[in-house]
């Protein structure tokens, strides 16, 4: 199992997108090489508190790419010291990006995709459709007559390149209200775009209006059929179709928790350690930030304790305790912790309950569909051995 | 199920537990609110702990206090006929004056190390002695290699006791032994606190550091969020555990590690080191002929805080 550790390296970004939960966005808080070398110095001098076999160094923002001599630095000083220190982790990880695309071409970001090409992972974010797209992700600029300036442009031209660099580049996209009625065309967009995965997930937060379960559940019906009745199945991938989704789960058996936080760490420009990005200062409405430590007093582990020994019933609700489609029904623990009645992040938040169900729905029709089409055709076997399996989407 | 209600009778009001007492201004609850209160208790079926600062209080309000069957925690100064626990808040007292007593004795870590020998005497007199250790959430890692012979020491004193016929009740050292079961300190599912200013709260501790959090007022009534987290059953840890005698402070679990189901490591291995004591308390007192026989045997254990059974993640 892979250690993740987020640097949030910036809270600034060229855009300003309308769904983005960072509600405390700025262009302050940088963090400076004193602090994100005290946080490598620490995290790198307690080897035997970072047991996992391998480590994913996250770098997120804001735009993370905004800060790319403080990122190229952090780098060369992590490869340096996990192979000066012997450290289990030298040859053993990856570092890792989301981005918004629209400085993937400009020199330094190329030059430090060519450095480190072979431990690279990087996401580039596209909602979809240039209409859909630049609904949400415009730029914080309006044009000079006022208009909103979408950035749609600026991150499709860099498409090629980064699928020339990363030929299995995988996006993310994210459902709001808003979004539903666009889900189809934009995943059918992304593909033609040359990207083979799309993984989807709807916003945890409790946005969801009357009736948006049932526009869920026909958009992903339509994108069933279009995916079917297109032969995308064979080498193209949605995570929202999936066969393990919507079962019951035993009480004792799959008890696990869902979301990372807590095994993952993250990192701020002051300095603060966290469980997950969710759980600082800018992502957070209600709540206070969740420090757990530190770069100068290390990690304190009694605030660990809560997290590395949650599970699904003993935060869930009664109604999901029981429920007969349980299985993928996904949380985060920085959202329960925000949503909480009070302070505990022991409250599973269900906003996405109906929407859940909706996607359930669908993706019984999806499978139904597909196996009879495979059946129809002598297919079925050869899909099964060949079948592409798409990563559960966290968060 | 709700059946204890604790009523702080001034700001003042000593502390019985591992809570400090930060407000230093005498502030009486209301006669209002008091009267309120015990309707409450009334009502709701509950039995009612009344906490006395160290004055007397007048007498209009131990009027009121009379009218329902009651159980009194006063301070030492204070100690009358009408106390049914006492406690001590320093090693500055007594024994004599202590004879058959429901006694706490509050101290910090250091004074107990420095003062544990004079628990002697007060054992051979007190009916029940309950120490809370303060500061037990800053105990260090050599704190606790000498905790564990502090206990040691005071396990042959209670053995010698019970040799002597006698048999004190004593929180760190009988009290697993007679237990059969989890008996903690349930504060939010069994007991709930009424404070001077009117509302509720899950444990006195919580008027006294973080007042904005109750619980519900006289008026509206009790509301207890996330009630399911002052169970054993949503403990995760604890659940798992079978230190019965521990306390399962939640106020020490919110300090520590921000959850109230949550205890720290310190407070899991001081209570770990207690059990393991009266596990050799018990099996001394066994050599020595039938003791407790309907009782199980205390199992030996491999862990000194039980998180390392109930991790998650390996
Ligand atoms: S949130 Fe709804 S769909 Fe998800 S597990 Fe709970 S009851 Fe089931
Ligand atoms: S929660 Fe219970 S054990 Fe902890 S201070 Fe309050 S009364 Fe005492
Ligand atoms: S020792 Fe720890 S796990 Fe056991 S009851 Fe006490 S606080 Fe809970």
Known sequence: ???????????????????????????????????????????????????????????????????????????????????????????????????????????????????????????????????????????????????????????????????????????????????????????????????????????????????????????????????????????????????????????????????????????????????????AGYSLREKKPLIIGNVRDGIDKNKLRPFLTLDRMTQSPDKCKTCEVASGCAWCQGENYDAAATSTVYQRATAICLMHKARVRANNYYWNKLYRKLELEGQREQYEKNKREVKPVDC | MLQYLVILLDDTSTSYCHYGVNKKERRLISLDHLRQGIRFGMVENLMIQFVYPDYALPQEYLDVIDTIDHSNIKPMAVLDNDTDIVVLNSWDYDASKLKDAVVVLRTGWKQLNENHGMLKDLLAVVQRLNVVITDVERMTDSDREQYKTVLASLGKEVEQLYVDGKSPQFNLLTDRMMLTAMNNCNAGDTTITLAPNGKFYTCPAFYYEEESNSVGDLDSGLDIKNKQLY??????????????????????????????????????????????????????????????????????LTYLDPFEIATQWK
């Not at chain 1, 010291?81 to 030298?90: A, G, V």
């Not at chain 1, 019951?248 to 420009?269: I, S």
Request: with cysteine; net charge negative.
């Open chain 1, 1 to 279: 199992m892979a250690k993740n550790i987020t640097f949030i390296v910036t809270k600034d970004c060229q855009l300003a997108c309308k769904y983005c939960y960072l509600v405390g966005k700025n262009e302050k808080e940088q963090m400076s090489w004193e602090t994100a070398k005290a946080a490598i110095d620490y995290i790198l001098s307690h080897e035997d508190e970072f047991r996992e076999e391998s480590v994913i160094w996250d770098f997120i923002g804001g735009e993370p790419f905004m800060e790319i001599d403080l990122i190229d630095k952090i780098c060369d000083y992590l490869k340096t010291e996990m192979f000066r220190r012997n450290h289990h982790w030298f040859n053993s990880y990856r570092f890792s990006f989301s981005t918004n695309g629209i400085n993937y071409h400009t020199p330094k970001v190329q030059e430090f995709i060519k450095k480190n090409i072979s431990h690279l992972s990087i996401g580039i974010t596209i909602d979809g459709t240039e209409r859909k797209h630049d609904l949400n992700r415009i730029y914080k600029q309006s044009n000079p007559d006022g208009s909103e300036h979408g950035s749609y442009r600026d991150v499709v031209r860099n498409i090629p390149l980064w699928l020339e660099q990363f030929p299995g580049g995988a996006t993310k996209v994210t459902i709001s209200s808003p979004d539903i009625p666009y889900i189809k065309e934009s995943v059918l967009h992304l593909y033609s775009l040359g990207i083979h995965e799309v993984n989807i997930n709807c916003v945890f937060e409790d946005v969801w209006q009357e009736g948006d379960d049932k526009l869920f559940e026909d958009q992903l019906m339509q994108l069933a059929d279009a995916i079917i009745d297109g032969g995308y199945y064979t080498d193209y991938a949605c995570s929202f179709y999936s066969e393990n989704i919507g079962k019951p789960l035993d009480p004792e058996l799959e008890n696990q928790n869902w979301c990372g936080a807590g095994k993952m760490l993250a990192v701020d420009a002051a300095g603060m350690f966290y469980p997950c990005t969710r759980f």
């Open chain 2, 231 to 300: 169970r054993l059953d949503h403990a995760p840890i604890c659940r798992k555990c079978d230190a019965w005698q521990c306390r399962r402070c939640t106020w020490l679990n919110r300090k520590t590690t921000l959850e109230v189901n949550t205890p720290s490591h310190e407070q899991c291995v001081a209570a770990h080191l207690e059990r393991n004591a009266s596990r050799d308390l018990m099996l001394s007192l066994r050599s020595k002929g039938t003791f407790l026989p309907d009782k199980e045997e205390i199992k030996e």
